[in-house]
């Protein structure tokens, strides 16, 4: 015979809820606490090493979308700066070139423009400048023309149309003769020219004026 006797075909067929309840509440409960025990023994880890291993690949991503996103907006950066330092060399070396390769097409190109509007030579006054930090000289031409209105404003669309890089810097209105029938402006041009010694110059400067400075500083007497 069975030591659980009330396991047995016998005693179920019999079974009585009032007599064998709580024997019935003993077994679920042990089952019950042989799953919980199961669970937290077996299962519990499992689920938080897998809860640990997603969140270190979410994790992961985001670092991952992070660097990405870092990576992708330093590569831009790059390539603005190496685009606008492209520009500027361009800039410097064909738009202004040197006051030797450009100032003969310059004033070639300019005096066209005064002889078809009547500019006499002798009447440009020219200048001289610089910018030696930017390593820049200036070249500065003022000149008077006479002329009724719509004679002068074609001449300064046509300067604006000239293959040079060139500024009109000041238009004044002078007055004019023949009783006032036509206008005298004074005319000023700017145009730059790439001058790298400019600024080795200044640099030169800058280092004998810090050697004077260290020169002329008092220097401490040891007791």
Request: cysteine-free; charged content about 30%; proline content about 4%.
């Amino acid at each position: 015979m069975s030591r659980f006797g009330f396991l047995s075909p016998a005693r179920w067929r019999s079974f009585d809820a009032r007599r064998d309840g709580g024997v019935l509440a003993l077994i679920l409960g042990a089952v019950v606490l042989v799953n919980a025990a199961v669970w937290y023994v077996a299962i519990r880890p499992i689920e938080q090493e897998i809860a640990r291993l997603e969140q270190d690949e979410l994790t992961a991503d985001q670092a991952r979308t992070r660097s990405r996103r870092r990576l992708e907006a330093l590569q831009d950066a790059r390539r603005r700066v190496v685009d606008r330092q492209e520009k500027v060399r361009l800039f410097y070396e064909q738009m202004l070139s040197t006051r030797g390769e450009r100032s003969v097409p310059f004033q070639r190109a300019l005096g066209e423009v005064a002889r078809e509007f009547g500019v006499r030579p002798q009447q440009v006054q020219i200048g001289f400048s610089g910018l030696p930090q930017e390593g820049i000289e200036i070249m500065t031409m003022t000149f008077p023309i006479d002329g009724g209105y719509e004679n002068l404003r074609r001449f300064l669309a046509r300067l604006e149309s000239l293959d040079q890089f060139l500024i009109v810097r000041e238009v004044a209105l002078q007055g004019g003769p023949e009783g006032g029938r036509t206008l005298r402006l004074s005319v000023s041009l700017e145009t730059y020219f790439n001058d790298p010694s400019l600024r080795e110059e200044q640099a030169r400067q800058r280092e004998w004026e810090r050697r004077v400075r260290g020169r002329r500083a008092p220097r401490r007497t040891r007791r």
